[in-house]
Every structure is written in C-alpha cells, then in structure tokens.
C-alpha cells in the first residue's frame, strides 16, 4: 500500500489536532500521524520548524509545505477543495451527500434541473466512511463504503451536478419562491427548492470523561482511527450493526476488539452475531454499561458496571470506539422547519417539510430506516417531488426519464 504523503505532528490532547484529523478523515485523505508527547524526534522535529516553538498541530505536505494549526478552509484550499460555488442561483440546493442526497442530485440534473451540493465533511456521508457495505444490492461480494461513494460522486457529476466539499450551512432564509442558504464562510446562494439530507452523527454516552477524550482515545469512526492502534486492545461499546461491522473491521489492526453491550443479548443481524462470537479477536460483554472513561490526555482506562449485579469493573483499552445510535444533522433548521421529539426532520408524503419548497430525505428525515438502498430511493422520491414542485412554480418542467 502506497505510504500516506501528509505527516500531521500533534498530541492527543490538542483539540486543533483533532480537528485536523477528522477533517482529513472526512475528506478520505491519508496521512501519517506523530503524537509529539511519544516521538522525541517528532517533537523536536516540530519545534525546528516553528522557532523553537512547541505548536501543533504542525502539518507538512507531499510538496514540502506546511501548514501550523489551520482552519479547516486553510486546509480545504491546501488539498485543492474549492471554496465557493461557480454561481450565486440554482434551481435546487441538496444539503448533504450521502447516499440520499446524490441519488436526488443525480435524477434531479438528469431533468435539467441545475443542482448544488453542499457537503461539510467528506462525500458520502457515514456510508462513505464505512469500511464495507454488505447488502446493497448488486455487488455480492460487498463493497468499500468511500468506493460506492465516489461511484455515486462521479455518476452525479457526470450529469453537472456542482459539488462544494468542505463548507457547512449555517442557516436557510426563504424570500418570497426563494430559498437563501448561507455557509459558515459568508458565502449566500439562492435556489428555487432545498433538500435537506444532512444525515446524522453518532450519538454520545454522555458519561464522565467522555468530552475530554474525543479524539484522544475516544472515537466514532473505526475506519478513520482504528489503523492508529495496531497491535493494541480496543474496546467497542454498542452491539447493535454498526457497533459489531465496525469491530470486525477493527480485528484488522488491533491484538483484541471487546464490545460491550448495554443489553443482554446483540442487536445485531445473526450473520453478524455468528460472525462475532466465532472470531478469535473478538470478546463480547453483554448486560455491561459504561460509567465513565478515566485519562489524563488519552483514554487510560474505562469504568463498567454489570447491570444485573451492580459490580463496578475496569477495563485498560488503548481506545474505545462508540457506536450506540444516531442524532440528527438538524440543529441548523430547528427553528424554520418541523422536528419529532428527538430532532429528526418530519415530511408529508411528497418528502416535503413543514416549509414549501423545503424537502428531506436521508438518515436526518422521521421515519427513515438508516439503510444506503432506502436512502438511494427516497433520494429518487424527493426528486421526483422537487420536479412537479418546481414545475408547479415555473410552469416549464415535465418528466423525461426513462
């Protein structure tokens, strides 16, 4: 495999450097990593480039450049992602590429329909991060979630559809037909509809210890983080699908992958459950729920506790991954459109919100089931919806397809 050309000098405890990390991570870009508080010469190093000054994260690219505690834009103009749109106005704006928001851009350019999507990590969503995607239809032997990705990229854009990696939206305004959204750069452009499909992110514990350690032991993205600890014990809470795929692809690198599950038994698919209690990596605690994550800098060690006896436990992982739900991407539309109770984006049968000309589809939309097919075809239902709506306001639309 070809050796990653970015080197990122940081420290576990440094929040710039977590945020680096996942913004690399979101954009499927490699790199190496050098915690300065283990590598002497990592360190020095680092302080030979800044003056004698210990500043992180320092990160040196293929070209010789480098770059000292940038902004997430900084890096997206580093690594060539533009910034800014080519135009102000377009008929639809997809907020969101996840499965469900290409699938509605590709239909949707496919009518002529210009199209604008606005991603604020890595294109894909969570399925793009997903090391292996086992039952979407037509590929037997499964496939890499970044590879599905780029596939649906390159099928939307071969029909024009504009993609713009790396900015998030802060707010939708609406003017008379008009739709204004406006991105945490400054940046304003108007569209005739939106499409909401900002998907979700992991849920939290919400336990001692849990914040401070983020991205310094804590983790929610097996596939971005998990190579850091090869030849090391790790620990998985949450057994549901995603805790269990995600700690099968984590036996890749680590000597032991423990999961712990709240409940007395895996949510998991059988074939999923078969595949765990058979793998020599793997251990299983069920009926266990997590207390409290213990470290100064870096996760050190995890406090349990057995839910029929009420015995505490410890555990002395080099990391914990966590995977027990999903919230939504919403809080930027929480006061302009309908939520349930837990924030997800509630629809009519056209996928419509509570506000005309606004839709959603995706992970983020009540009622979705968190599957990549089902996401493909409300992506191709809201579509559908966006067309007869914006035909209804300009009068000069109608369905072409196959």
Same mark, same amino acid.
């Given at each position: *495999?070809?050796?990653?050309?970015?080197?990122? $000098?940081?420290?576990?405890?440094?929040?710039?450097?977590?945020?680096?990390?996942?913004?690399?991570?979101?954009?499927?870009?490699?790199?190496?990593?050098?915690?300065?508080?283990?590598?002497?010469?990592?360190?020095?190093?680092?302080?030979?480039?800044?003056?004698?000054?210990?500043?992180?994260?320092?990160?040196?690219?293929?070209?010789?450049?480098?770059?000292?505690?940038?902004?997430?834009?900084?890096?997206?103009?580093?690594?060539?992602?533009?910034?800014?749109?080519?135009?102000? $106005?377009? +008929?639809?704006?997809?907020?969101?590429?996840?499965?469900?928001?290409?699938?509605?851009?590709?239909?949707?350019?496919?009518?002529?329909?210009?199209?604008?999507?606005?991603?604020?990590?890595?294109?894909?969503?969570?399925?793009?991060?997903?090391?292996?995607?086992?039952?979407?239809?037509?590929?037997?032997?499964?496939?890499?979630?970044?590879?599905?990705?780029?596939? *649906?990229?390159?099928?939307?854009?071969?029909?024009?559809?504009?993609?713009?990696?790396?900015?998030?939206?802060?707010?939708?305004?609406?003017?008379?037909?008009?739709?204004?959204?406006?991105?945490?750069?400054? +940046?304003?452009?108007?569209?005739?509809?939106?499409?909401?499909?900002?998907?979700?992110?992991?849920?939290?514990?919400?336990?001692?210890?849990?914040?401070?350690?983020?991205?310094?032991?804590?983790?929610?993205?097996?596939?971005?983080?998990?190579?850091?600890?090869?030849?090391?014990?790790?620990?998985?809470?949450?057994?549901?699908?995603?805790? &269990?795929?995600?700690?099968?692809?984590?036996?890749?690198?680590?000597?032991?992958?423990?999961?712990?599950?709240?409940?007395?038994?895996?949510?998991?698919?059988?074939?999923?459950?078969?595949?765990?209690?058979?793998?020599?990596?793997?251990?299983?605690?069920?009926?266990?729920?997590?207390?409290?994550?213990?470290?100064?800098?870096?996760?050190?060690?995890?406090?349990?506790? +057995?839910?029929?006896?009420?015995?505490?436990?410890?555990?002395?992982?080099?990391?914990? !991954?966590?995977?027990?739900?999903? +919230?939504?991407? =919403?809080?930027?539309?929480?006061?302009?459109?309908?939520?349930?109770?837990?924030? !997800?984006? =509630?629809?009519?049968?056209? *996928?419509? =919100?509570?506000?005309?000309?606004?839709?959603?589809?995706?992970?983020?939309?009540?009622?979705? =089931?968190?599957? &990549?097919?089902?996401? &493909?075809?409300?992506?191709?239902?809201?579509?559908?919806?966006?067309?007869?709506?914006?035909?209804?306001?300009?009068?000069?639309?109608? $369905?072409?397809?196959?």
């Amino acid at each position: *495999m070809e050796q990653p050309k970015i080197t990122v $000098y940081g420290a576990p405890w440094c929040p710039d450097c977590r945020q680096s990390k996942q913004f690399l991570g979101e954009q499927r870009v490699r790199y190496n990593w050098v915690d300065i508080d283990e590598d002497e010469e990592g360190r020095k190093r680092v302080q030979e480039l800044n003056d004698g000054k210990q500043i992180i994260p320092t990160i040196i690219f293929e070209d010789g450049s480098i770059l000292v505690e940038p902004s997430n834009a900084e890096l997206a103009a580093k690594l060539g992602i533009s910034p800014k749109a080519k135009r102000e $106005y377009y +008929d639809l704006v997809i907020v969101g590429s996840g499965p469900a928001g290409l699938t509605t851009a590709l239909y949707a350019a496919r009518e002529g329909i210009e199209t604008l999507v606005i991603e604020k990590g890595g294109i894909g969503g969570q399925a793009g991060t997903t090391e292996r995607i086992d039952n979407y239809p037509g590929f037997v032997e499964g496939i890499g979630g970044g590879e599905l990705a780029e596939q *649906m990229q390159a099928h939307a854009e071969r029909f024009g559809v504009e993609i713009l990696p790396a900015q998030t939206v802060t707010g939708i305004m609406t003017d008379g037909d008009h739709k204004l959204i406006t991105t945490e750069s400054g +940046d304003e452009y108007c569209s005739s509809a939106v499409l909401l499909a900002p998907g979700t992110r992991y849920r939290r514990l919400g336990v001692p210890g849990e914040e401070d350690l983020i991205g310094a032991g804590i983790h929610f993205c097996a596939t971005c983080d998990g190579p850091f600890y090869k030849d090391r014990e790790v620990v998985v809470v949450g057994g549901g699908n995603s805790g &269990v795929e995600e700690g099968l692809f984590l036996t890749k690198f680590a000597t032991k992958v423990t999961v712990i599950e709240f409940n007395d038994q895996l949510g998991a698919s059988q074939i999923l459950r078969e595949k765990a209690d058979s793998h020599p990596k793997m251990e299983i605690k069920l009926g266990k729920a997590v207390q409290e994550f213990k470290g100064t800098g870096h996760l050190e060690s995890i406090i349990i506790q +057995d839910r029929a006896t009420g015995e505490n436990g410890e555990l002395f992982p080099a990391a914990a !991954f966590i995977f027990i739900g999903l +919230d939504p991407n =919403t809080a930027f539309v929480k006061d302009l459109i309908e939520t349930d109770k837990y924030g !997800f984006i =509630t629809t009519s049968g056209t *996928m419509e =919100t509570s506000l005309e000309g606004v839709f959603a589809a995706g992970d983020a939309r009540g009622g979705s =089931t968190k599957q &990549v097919a089902s996401a &493909v075809g409300e992506g191709a239902t809201a579509a559908l919806m966006i067309r007869n709506y914006l035909e209804k306001q300009q009068g000069n639309r109608g $369905y072409k397809g196959d």
